[in-house]
Nanobody, 121 residues
Framework: QVQLVESGGGVVQAGGPLRLSCAASGRTFSSYFMGWFRQAPGKEREWVAF???????NYADSVKGRFTISRDNAKNTMYLQMNSLEPEDTAVYTC???????????????WGKGTLVTVSS
């Protein structure tokens, strides 16, 4: 069982940065594929970025070049550095983990409760 707790959300002006953290319990954090997802009001949850157990990363086109995902296995923590934020980035951001070798909205094994990011124009 893995428990995930997000932090770092808040209100930020457009163009500003924000860093989210996802703290995980358990001793096998390094073996999980991890992902960030977001859900804006009235929209479906979407994938934002993922990082493999080996550290490879991938991003949704909408955030590529602005967001950076990383992980610190010694601290059982994953991060999402968000730069050049836009009002369209406003959403609840949730981290998730899976033992599978792929990341998708439907395929994650464990989810956090989410943290709200609001980008004001």
């Amino acid at each position: 069982q893995v428990q995930l707790v997000e932090s770092g959300g808040g209100v930020v002006q457009a163009g500003g940065p924000l860093r989210l953290s996802c703290a995980a319990s358990g001793r096998t954090f390094s073996s999980y594929f991890m992902g960030w997802f977001r859900q804006a009001p009235g929209k479906e949850r979407e994938w934002v970025a993922f990082i493999t157990s080996g550290g490879s990363t991938n991003y949704a086109d909408s955030v590529k070049g602005r967001f950076t995902i990383s992980r610190d296995n010694a601290k059982n923590t994953m991060y999402l550095q968000m730069n050049s934020l836009e009002p369209e980035d406003t959403a609840v951001y949730t981290c998730a983990a899976t033992i599978r070798r792929s990341v998708s909205v439907q395929g994650m094994d464990y989810w956090g409760k989410g943290t709200l990011v609001t980008v004001s124009s």
